[in-house]
């Protein structure tokens, strides 16, 4: 008799308690992401624009500032993914993040709309002024705080929301799937309307509501995530992965003194749990961190390190080991995704050209990179669903690039993308110069925009082929444990690759202005040479390819190429 109350009361409790978590959490969070997608990817196009007509900054010194913006957007996910994952928990970090990116934007539209937060415009009558340092604080400082904030929103917010569909009654495990799938969907569509929508209303109406906008954007974000704050399953924070790669590297310094080589392996002891396997002695250094010296000291009564940072498990170590191996190969991703980070230029380029679509309508510069976006997507339909079906119908079997030649590829279109740019900017100068507008920087030229369209559509077919590739790669070799990591590895490249991108523009500007002459990278675009630049890029993409092959020589099989199903028949 009493069966039929249990279940009875099981029955009812999740009514009267209202279980927290399910899809009901979705479209908050994922308005969340969206808001602040169109908010801050909305301002990237038309930034270099801002920086050096309202700042009266150089070219090189507008992109300079963009390259550490995009460096930072990067790499803050990672920050805030170990801030939340260590101490403070995703629904907190997401809560910062929205609260800091609010915050930026704001700090921005204030540049604005007061008129003595930037220099004054240059007229007959006013001479022009350069940004004062207190001007410049308050525009870096806007750029820096949003830098801040997406780190906190970007980090948590996917990963939050696949924990809402944690729960033991979640009947359709398809849910968290549809979650997935419509969280990329959102992330797509608002990149798209950021660089259209947006991008126009700072060019139709101006700074002031241009970037107004953004602001609303973000304070419906912030609202969107908040109001729903009784429904969210709020997972506390635990230690991080991250974590324990430092400590494996503390703990290998600390017990550096052991000499390997004069033992017997048979006698050393590894800590590890139960199921893990030390793969090689070859690392010798960091094996050194899961050596127990004495098991009375060195392990608790439960077999757990007394300190893990002097004791780690094999399975760190072997985690480690792994990050380590594709270093190398993530390093030529990375140099490939320094053409991609070049879209200031690609827009100041445009500024000078032919943009009508109609006798009435014209697109907004800053709009142009919406066809890399949208290439990224037909490259990866034109290889799904048109080489890899016809050259398996050549061959008679299923044949499809691995992802290394995949990533090969992508390596070489970057430098093709840089060679097309290097022949639409050759012409683009030639023509301003027989025009006449030498001295005109801002004078719009006889030639299409489209004349940017094959460097642009390459630039996308890059990511479609590297990035994309990268992605599956890290995904693929790296322990399931470090999935968090790999998924991160990707986002960490492009924040190294701003940097280098912003250290190569700095040396070759440096050097081209020696003895009085202009810079290749000239405010003046009809006096500089970006060609010369993108020729630069290209053949260092192209060094880059023959580095990156030697690299997966060195690698190795990976387990994407075949070394799992070798490793499944050698235990056959």
């Known amino acids: 008799m009493e069966a039929p109350q249990d279940h009875d009361k099981m029955i009812e409790e999740p009514l009267l308690s209202k279980p927290k978590g399910g899809f009901k959490t979705m479209p908050f969070i994922i308005a969340n992401e969206a808001f602040e997608k169109v908010a801050s990817y909305g301002l990237m196009p038309n930034m270099i624009l801002y920086l050096t007509r309202e700042y009266g900054l150089g070219a090189a010194e507008a992109a300079n500032a963009l390259f550490f913006w995009s460096a930072g957007i990067n790499f803050t996910p990672i920050l805030g993914a170990f801030v939340a994952d260590s101490y403070v928990g995703r629904y907190w970090m997401i809560g910062f993040g929205s609260i800091a990116s609010l915050l930026g934007v704001f700090i921005l539209w204030l540049t604005a709309v007061i008129p003595i937060a930037r220099p004054q415009?240059?007229?007959?009558?006013?001479?022009?002024?350069?940004?004062?340092?207190?001007?410049?604080?308050?525009?870096?400082?806007?750029?820096?705080?949003m830098s801040i904030g997406a780190g906190g929103i970007r980090s948590c917010s996917m990963a939050f929301g696949a924990n809402q569909l944690i729960r033991d009654n979640l009947k359709d495990a398809g849910l968290r799937e549809t979650f997935f799938s419509w969280y990329y969907v959102s992330v797509a569509v608002s990149i798209v309307i950021a660089m259209t929508i947006i991008v126009y209303i700072q060019d139709a109406f101006g700074w002031s509501?241009?970037?107004?906008?953004?602001?609303?954007?973000?304070?419906?974000?912030?609202?969107?995530?908040?109001?729903?704050?009784?429904?969210?399953?709020?997972?506390?924070?635990?230690?991080?992965?991250?974590?324990?790669?430092?400590?494996?590297?503390?703990?290998?310094?600390?017990?550096?003194?052991i000499q390997l080589e004069f033992q017997s392996t048979d006698h050393i002891l590894y800590h590890s749990r139960e199921g893990s396997v030390l793969s090689a002695l070859s690392e010798e250094f960091l094996n050194k961190a899961c050596i127990i010296r004495n098991p009375e000291k060195d392990l608790t009564p439960d077999g757990r390190a007394s300190d893990p940072w002097?004791?780690?498990?094999?399975?760190?170590?072997?985690?480690?080991?792994?990050?380590?191996?594709?270093?190398?190969?993530?390093?030529?991703?990375?140099?490939?995704?320094?053409?991609?980070?070049?879209?200031?230029?690609?827009?100041?380029?445009?500024?000078?050209?032919?943009?009508?679509?109609?006798?009435?309508?014209?697109?907004?510069?800053?709009?142009?990179?919406?066809?890399?976006?949208?290439?990224?997507?037909v490259g990866i339909a034109i290889y799904d669903r048109v080489i890899v079906p016809l050259a398996s119908r050549i061959k008679g079997k299923s044949c499809r690039l691995s992802l290394k030649q995949r990533m090969g590829v992508g390596i070489l279109l970057s430098s093709m993308s840089m060679v097309a740019f290097a022949i639409s900017e050759r012409v683009r100068r030639e023509t301003a110069i027989e025009e006449g507008y030498l001295d005109e920087p801002n004078a719009v030229v006889n030639m299409s925009v489209m004349w940017l369209l094959p460097g642009l559509i390459l630039n996308g077919f890059t990511e479609a082929f590297n990035g994309i590739g990268q992605n599956e790669f890290f995904y693929t070799e790296l322990p399931t444990s470090m999935a968090s990591i790999a998924t991160t590895l990707y986002w960490t490249g492009l924040s190294v690759a701003s940097l280098v991108a912003s250290l190569i523009m700095s040396i070759i500007d440096y050097v081209t202005t020696r003895g009085g002459k202009e810079s290749w990278i000239s405010t003046n675009l009809n006096k500089g040479h970006y060609d010369y630049y993108y020729w630069v890029l290209a053949i260092m993409s192209l060094a880059n390819f023959a580095y990156y092959y030697a690299c997966c020589k060195t690698y190795g099989t990976s387990r994407a190429d075949g070394g799992m199903a070798v490793e499944e028949r050698n235990k056959e």
């Open 209 to 257: 509501v241009g970037f107004g906008v953004p602001v609303l954007l973000m304070l419906f974000s912030l609202v969107s995530f908040f109001m729903a704050s009784h429904l969210y399953i709020k997972s506390k924070a635990n230690e991080s992965l991250l974590t324990g790669l430092v400590q494996v590297l503390t703990a290998a310094y600390k017990n550096r003194g």
């Open 310 to 377: 002097s004791l780690c498990t094999v399975d760190q170590v072997e985690e480690l080991k792994a990050i380590i191996k594709i270093i190398p190969i993530w390093s030529a991703g990375m140099i490939a995704s320094v053409t991609v980070t070049q879209g200031s230029f690609f827009i100041l380029q445009a500024t000078t050209m032919d943009r009508h679509i109609t006798s009435n309508f014209q697109i907004p510069a800053g709009s142009v990179t919406v066809f890399m976006v949208g290439s990224i997507a």
């Open 121 to 145: 415009q240059c007229t007959q009558l006013i001479s022009c002024e350069s940004a004062t340092p207190l001007q410049l604080l308050l525009l870096y400082s806007s750029l820096a705080i």
